[in-house]
Nanobody, 121 residues
Framework: QVQLVESGGGLVQAGGSLRLSCAAS????????MGWFRQAPGKEREIVAA????????YYADSAKGRFTISRDNAKNTVYLQMNSLKPEDTAVYYC??????????????WGQGTQVTVSS
């Protein structure tokens, strides 16, 4: 079965950096666009970034532009989210998601369990 497993979350000071990883298994990784979403307490889940199967096309939420970078290594079946200049408002559970086909802001098929990111001020 398909599994997406996030790692790399943790506690960081404002202005610091974290690199999240998502290891995929049980799927043909190159058939899937991948995305990172987050959900803060009391808030709706929102997309942070997405990347096409090839890594050529990317999408970033306005809140992530200039600070976050999504990438993927198809040889390792892994997608990454490099987060720099972190702010307290970035605090959330971050989820990795896979979507069969093209890059999109919605309609993802598979989800990871989430990893907590906490940014202290």
């Amino acid at each position: 079965q398909v599994q997406l497993v996030e790692s790399g979350g943790g506690l960081v000071q404002a202005g610091g950096s974290l690199r999240l990883s998502c290891a995929a298994s049980g799927l043909t990784f190159t058939h899937y666009a991948m995305g990172w979403f987050r959900q803060a307490p009391g808030k709706e889940r929102e997309i942070v970034a997405a990347i096409s199967w090839s890594g050529i096309s990317t999408y970033y939420a306005d809140s992530a532009k200039g600070r976050f970078t999504i990438s993927r290594d198809n040889a390792k079946n892994t997608v990454y989210l490099q987060m720099n200049s972190l702010k307290p408002e970035d605090t959330a559970v971050y989820y990795c998601a896979g979507r069969y086909g093209s890059i999109s802001q919605s309609e993802y098929d598979y989800w990871g369990q989430g990893t907590q990111v906490t940014v202290s001020s």
